[in-house]
């Protein structure tokens, strides 16, 4: 087992790591060659443009200003001084409720942490049964802290057992606050909001197949009689998944050619060759600038004609359409019923955002989406169940006990102290976070052939699988393999009701490990986060082969987006150890206090002037997070029940019983009480909304606004020209709605504080037509 | 063990048992004096009276003509004689969709009976496992067609499984194809239906409490605001629990007048008298017809000023209300959505039948609520678990062997043959019967306390407990129990895992316990019920101690309803005998078949003769009912998984493990595909019915028919001048618009088809205004 001085040196190495991070991070971060890798937010909300008007070449791209390499920490209070309602406002309401999560760990650990140590540590330190006891395990300085060394049947578990429920009671209350505080942001932020397409329209799916009319035709009959006073107009879904595709073909080839073009510019001397087979390794050598225009030019045809067919073609119009009603309270209660005798037609939903929208899954029918769910969940309960077999070997090796007794000619080396602790303290984290990498790719594919109709719903559902896999094979998995090595497979043929005690064994001795886990995937990962090495590394290539004219290098930076999918599980796992080991072996809490704080200022950066916002699900996630930190209260409840129930405190397990029942009635209650705020719409709301707006711009056209909102983007135009035209078509229509629908890329504003570093929250948001 | 030769006497006695409470019947019901105990339900619908009009004294109390004597059982055609669309007419959508319950058991194990005995039996009886194998377990010939008798490890096994799959298969196609029927005969059920007030009504919970107005008066604003086009009236909801006990009071007192009024008009020479304390049995000595007198004019005071408390006093306003809406598509639309922001206030779901309301719910908040659901829960789960032990003892005594050991001086008497084959054939089931009747109250009452709204609620509530309560100690307490006896505690120190494989293992050995227990329960038991042995005692006690007048003769008949609470759980534990045994041990199946057969002619002629339908709620429990077999079939499979783990058939385990994976999947895509129809209302429905009402009924006085629909029944009457006056001044508000809302005891129509004894449906039914 890990000692104090192991768990020290990986402190010190992955604080370095951080640290080194993090000045990197200051350094790059103030060259404006830099700028558009660490502040694209404000460049996409066109608040800053590239520092080309003033000053010396040099000073284009290294900052010389010695004086602000002093303060190279002061992004951090930049970081935390704007206030929550400007968060809001810049980045959105999903973003904000995603730093709530950081917070509410805090919220939730700080004074658990407090109590802990101030209760439980010296309850456990005051023991010596694990010098005393003739242990068959050796057993190290940090476990004096936990609960292994309190002596079998001993009163003092009565501590354990209180603080249990204390715990339990402080999250859960701390939960419910929380819950209440953002179904009121929710609603808020709904009310507040500006007319959005969304609130007046309704997915519906599944329309039967008629002989006698066309789809657009069924569904307007259909709603002018279920709908009749309050119907306005509907937009039918186009299958354009081919001509998405060619598209797509159409852009690479263009980026061949830019990069072709660019190295012939630079070395006249040669035309640049290239092979036509596969990747470029094979088939006949060809001169590439002609050849790609070639193709350019056939795509373009191909796309022209294919954009004709899918317009004119009615087999290329999906069994579905966006209706849009003339209130607010017409597209609730559409959205909320029920349409056709038979539930599965007619199916209505909540139209997400035209940006959130997922096309390609628009035209599943029931049948196949029940069919679809269930080859998923057995190909999702095989991933998780088969990537345990690797795992379980990494783990194994990274116990030096266990190599020097496979492999005793490795002994000199694994000696030495140094890489001893290294192994001990570092391996078994990488390891897992490099399996953990390849994943929410798979996990992404799986969530998209299951059918959901929007990218949030996508993040959401990856997210869950996401969550299970790490509970599975992270922590289940290292506590039982790496126990099971340790002990000799002294437990593996046990029985299932064994489970909670044999987890629940082996979570005090797992404590070391976790904390190096904590350390490397938290402390380092979260640092090395900031200085996003892969987007500086792409921004630069890409500058250096691709970019010609000011628009090329705005769409070689690559801000990216938050990633619910991956970053909410990670933390999710925090939660998870967190109150698993809060009363086993308070030692971890520090540990997790300092990822949540650390992560909170960094991603609260990262959202201010990095990521960009892929859609706005007005915090529709966090009934899942609410869940998934209920979930890890019952696991952390059933591992003490089965930790106490090996230590001979029989009297004491009962007490245990009522606490998984009371936080599941907790979750039942809050589930009643606030998760509707999240799935359905009020119609008192509604109401209130429509009658405002009516008060307000009484001759308002609805129905040019709405008209052409739920286009597949394919259609909004690639080329620039044409999505200008449609700009500008439909300004002409209804010049008293300001549209959505400029492209986000072109922002004219030019920068007005692209002095500061970071830019202090202008008067100017208010007047950006983006938000 | 039991032998043929038990199950043949235990057979012969149950044939008996039935085949007297048969002939009782036969008997009885061709009594003139009994026809109020046999055919009450006709009489409630006005189509038959009192067979006073005609002939001499003693025709009126004994049928003479022997004639009708012969045909004993001819009622068993009669009952199936009437087509389902006449039975739902005449009883209700509920009970024919009920007796379509005992109809899928037939499709479900006629085919699985004959497959089972073709192929799996003969498979097992090819087998003498059991006659060479050195068994530590004494087994019988009947075990010889159980799996029981197949050698471990053997190829046979695969029977076993591909008989498993063939039984899920066929279950399931059964299921949906049932579930489809019924779903599309509850949408035509409502479709067809007349106009009905809950069809325009929804029932508001939890009004928030407002300082400046009424409930009435908020309600109203509510409404006018947020379904400005669709709000027609409403009806607040007094708490009138204190006026309805008193009422109850007054009743009680009336009828013990009634009682010695009788009494000393029979002997005048004696004024009856009475004690004033505790159940008559201590206090004064008084002259029981003034007390009495003076009582009810106390109560009838008392009533007044409590009736003139709650319409007046503001406090008696509970914070609900029933809303109506000018059309179904308006009441559609409320039901369905959610009105206010906080979730948990105005509270909207369809009304129940006005019959079908359970008033003394309607005022319980949300949070109480939760918790009300909370102490149910664990108080259901203790008395699940401790009715376990005092069973677990009759079943142990129930076994010979047992006995023997334990008190041997009991011996002489248990060796005679007939006593033995008694008590291993009776006992067991009679003792389990008992300790069923007490049960169905006390869950009643657990359902009432949790806060139902309505009665069908509560008993399907009601229902879901028994079942689980059946499951645990019916099935799992025989099987474990009685097993643990036999096996010397072998297994009771074993572990979770290994529970499948336990109960697995007990399943073939408990073959002759359950086969007995079908018997009595099912065969003797149905039988039984068709005697109606209570209320026809109570009937002729009442009759000769009460009975004045021809109202008070009808008050007595008491036809009671169908008892959905007690009654489906019951058919449901066939359902998983059947399923559970049908591969193990199939000699079961032919027991189940006569018991499904039986109680279907019984239950059709109970529902048609005798059974008064208590509310309507459009087959709303058929999701219940489809997801209790499935569970079974569930059940079932993990059941052979354990038992074939067991058998050293490894290879063959793997292939039963896609088996509930498949089930849950149906059992999920069935609840997607067909429970919408019993939860929601579609628009598209509810548009049509009020086009055609409006083209039809142009100026209907909607208003006046909704008005008075929802009174607590208190208000209504109790008096029968009071309710005819209330009846009067509504027909003259609306002479259009027939109501409900006479008093059903009171049918003017007089019987046309007396004579026969059991009308043929007459066309009479549609001019009755009852229906």
Redesign the interface.
Same mark, same amino acid.
Do not use: C, M
């Given at each position: 087992m890990a000692t104090f001085a192991d768990i020290g040196l990986a402190a010190v190495i992955n604080i370095v790591t951080a640290l080194v991070f993090l000045l990197a991070f200051a350094i790059l971060r103030l060259q404006p060659f830099n700028d558009r890798v660490y502040f694209p937010k404000w460049y996409i909300k066109g608040l800053r443009s590239s520092p080309t008007h003033s000053g010396a070449f040099a000073s284009k791209i290294v900052n010389l200003d010695l004086r602000s390499y002093l303060k190279f920490l002061n992004w951090m209070p930049d970081a935390l001084k704007m206030p929550e309602l400007e968060l809001i406002d810049h980045a959105g309401l999903d973003s904000a409720v995603y730093l709530r999560i950081y917070l509410i760990g805090l919220k939730i650990f700080v004074p658990i942490t407090f109590l802990a140590w101030a209760i439980l540590v010296p309850v456990n330190w005051t023991n010596s049964t694990l010098e005393q006891g003739p242990s068959k395990l050796t057993y190290s300085d940090i476990d004096k802290l936990s609960i292994s060394n309190i002596p079998l049947g001993s009163l003092r578990f009565w501590t354990h057992i209180v603080m249990a429920y204390a715990f339990t009671l402080w999250t859960c209350y701390v939960l419910q606050k929380e819950y209440a505080t953002i179904a009121s942001m929710r &609603?808020h932020f709904m009310a507040s909001e500006r007319r959005r397409p969304d609130q007046f329209t309704v997915l519906v799916r599944n329309v039967p197949p008629d002989p006698d009319e066309s789809v657009s035709e069924l569904v307007e009959h259909?709603f002018l009689?279920?709908?009749s006073?309050h119907y306005l107009t509907h937009q039918v879904v186009y299958n354009a998944n081919k001509l998405a595709e060619l598209v797509k073909e159409k852009k690479s080839k263009q980026n061949w050619l830019d990069y072709y073009q660019l190295k012939y510019s630079r070395n006249q001397s040669q035309r640049p060759m290239m092979k036509t087979g596969f990747l470029g390794l094979c088939g006949d050598r060809v001169d590439a600038i002609n050849h790609d225009t070639a193709e350019i030019e056939r795509l373009s045809k191909e796309i022209a004609a294919e954009r004709e067919r899918v317009t004119s073609d009615p087999k290329s119009i999906m069994p579905a359409a966006f209706v849009s009603f003339k209130t607010r309270w017409g597209a =609730?209660?559409c959205a909320?019923?029920? @349409? /056709?005798?038979n539930?599965?037609l007619?199916l209505t939903e909540w139209a997400p955002e035209p940006r959130d929208v997922y096309w390609q899954n628009l035209a599943i029918p029931?049948?196949s989406l029940?069919i679809r769910? &269930?080859i998923i969940?057995?190909a999702f309960f095989f991933l998780t169940f088969f990537f345990m077999i690797p795992i379980a070997f990494v783990q194994s090796l990274a116990n030096i006990e266990g190599i020097e007794k496979r492999a005793p000619y490795l002994k000199v080396i694994i000696d030495i102290k140094f890489i001893k602790s290294f192994i001990q303290g570092f391996l078994p984290g990488i390891a897992l976070k490099i399996f953990l990498i390849v994943l929410p790719t798979i996990l992404m594919l799986m969530s998209k052939f299951e059918g959901f109709l929007c990218i949030s719903a996508l993040e959401r559902r990856s997210a869950s699988r996401y969550y299970l896999f790490n509970f599975v094979n992270v922590f289940l998995g290292s506590i039982i393999a790496g126990t099971a090595f340790e002990q000799l497979n002294a437990f593996i043929k @046990? /029985? =299932?009701? @064994?489970i909670p005690k044999t987890i629940g064994v082996g979570i005090p001795m797992k404590a070391t490990f976790f904390i190096t886990y904590i350390m490397v995937d938290g402390w380092a990962g979260i640092a090395g986060e900031i200085l996003r090495l892969k987007p500086l590394i792409f921004f630069h290539l890409k500058n250096f082969l691709l970019v010609k004219t000011e628009k090329d290098r705005e769409e070689a930076m690559d801000p990216g987006s938050l990633g619910f999918d991956t970053g909410e599980p990670q933390i999710q796992f925090y939660f998870l150890l967190g109150l698993v080991y809060a009363v086993v072996a308070p030692v971890l809490l520090p540990f997790i206090l300092i990822f949540f704080a650390l992560a909170y200022v960094v991603f609260r950066h990262q959202i201010i002037n990095v990521y960009n916002q892929e859609y706005e699900s007005a915090g529709a996630f966090w009934p899942d997070v609410h869940g998934r930190i209920i979930a890890a209260l019952v696991v952390s409840q059933l591992l003490l029940m089965g930790l106490l129930g090996t230590k001979e405190a029989a009297l004491t397990t009962p007490f245990l019983i009522a606490l998984p029942?009371l936080t599941i009635?907790f979750h039942?209650?809050c589930k009643?009480?606030? #998760?509707? =705020?999240f799935v359905?719409?009020? &119609? @008192? #709301?509604a109401?209130m909304k429509d009658t405002l707006e009516r008060a307000r711009e009484p001759n308002l056209n609805l129905k040019g606004y709405l008209q052409n909102a739920y286009i597949h983007p394919i259609f909004k135009g690639d080329d620039d020209d044409e999505d200008e035209e449609f700009n500008g078509k439909l300004e002409q229509e209804s010049v008293l709605v300001p549209t959505k629908r400029q492209s986000r890329r072109n922002t004219p504003v030019p920068s007005k504080i692209s002095s500061s570093s970071t830019p202090s929250l202008p008067d100017a948001i208010e007047e950006n037509p983006e938000r």
């Open positions: &609603l259909f009689v279920n709908h006073d =609730a209660v909320q019923t029920q @349409q /056709s005798r539930p599965t007619w029931y049948v029940t769910r &269930l969940t057995v @046990q /029985s =299932a009701r @064994q029942v009635w039942i209650f009643g009480r606030y #998760e509707p =705020a359905r719409y009020p &119609l @008192q #709301e109401k």
